[in-house]
């Protein structure tokens, strides 16, 4: 590193925010990053406050972060600042000082979750519990039905959903409940367009899915009390957000986030008011969902 490189990394270290940058395939990176100066992040009316550690800008935000701590950011990466506020990157990164030994990443609030509404219980709970889907029995060519398995499938596919057989995405067109771990005479269209044969694994796509932008969050220490344990996390949902990804409901304790792999299951939801209408959810969620 030279001399002008390693001071403009002393100087984002000392000015900046500690941060973790995940790359679009998953790779971590620590790094220090600044508010640009020329972004939102000064107006007000765009910033979110919560707890005594989470902060979160609404609209897109612009971070500076060292090329010699980040090398090589893309679109799609995401940035988690210190606290756990998370953007997620949506431009080309760009080196606009003289010297370009600065990236200038333009980012938008939060990053991709998936939250999902969870409609019954037990044995009529859409999406369904289960571990990874597998055809039960072979599947001709043509066929408009299919049998499921699982080493654990408690509950309902309900109309909506969608199954995807070999390169064939296929939607469900009749409610089936799960019985013995399988469901049997699972209706679907399009027909399948090769034979499948049993054990072939079955990728589900719920309608009771939405895909959208929220805020992540850890808890800080001294917010660990009452219904809030250690490993809980925050998630900030905003209502616009859901209302365009296709929810009109609330979050309710019975559904659950995946912020990464695996759900998390709602513990708790708060609704936070702008005049008479909900702008934004704040939930709290835990592992094991």
């Known amino acids: 590193m030279d001399l002008s490189a390693l001071a403009v990394s002393i100087a984002l270290g000392f000015q900046g925010v500690p941060a973790t940058y995940v790359s679009p395939s998953g790779e971590t990176r620590p790094c220090s990053v600044m508010q640009h100066q ?23 935000v612009s971070f500076d972060v060292a090329v010699s701590d980040l090398p090589n950011p893309a679109p799609g990466g995401i940035i988690t600042l210190e606290g756990g506020a998370s953007y997620t990157i949506t431009g080309s990164p760009a080196r606009r000082d ?6 200038t990443l333009d980012c938008s609030f939060g990053m991709p979750v998936v939250f999902r509404s969870v409609s019954g219980n037990g044995a009529t709970q859409n999406p369904p519990q289960h571990q990874a889907l597998r055809l039960a029995a072979d599947a001709p060519y043509g066929s408009n039905s299919v049998s499921l398995k699982s ?25 089936a409940q799960a019985g013995g771990n399988q469901i049997s005479a699972l209706q679907i269209t399009p027909p399948l367009v090769a034979q499948a044969a049993s054990d072939d694994v079955v990728t589900p796509t719920w309608a009771r899915d939405f895909r959208i932008h929220a805020g992540v969050s850890g808890y800080a220490a001294e917010e660990i009390a009452g219904t809030v344990v250690v490993g809980d996390m925050r998630i900030i949902l905003m209502k616009d957000l859901l209302v365009a990804a296709g929810f009109t409901g609330d979050p309710a304790p019975t559904d659950l986030v995946i912020p990464f792999a695996a759900p998390w299951a709602v513990k708790n939801v708060s609704k936070v008011m702008q005049g008479n209408s909900v702008l934004l959810y704040d939930i709290q969620i835990r592992g094991n969902g």
């Open 38 to 60: 020329g972004d939102l992040r000064h107006e007000t009316a765009n910033r979110l406050r919560f707890g005594n550690v989470l902060e979160l800008w609404r609209e897109a």
């Open 151 to 175: 080493s654990y499938l408690v509950g309902q596919i309900r109309p909506g959903d969608v199954m995807t057989i070999g390169e064939g995405a296929h939607t469900v067109t009749n409610m």
């Open 98 to 103: 003289p010297q370009r030994l600065v990236w």
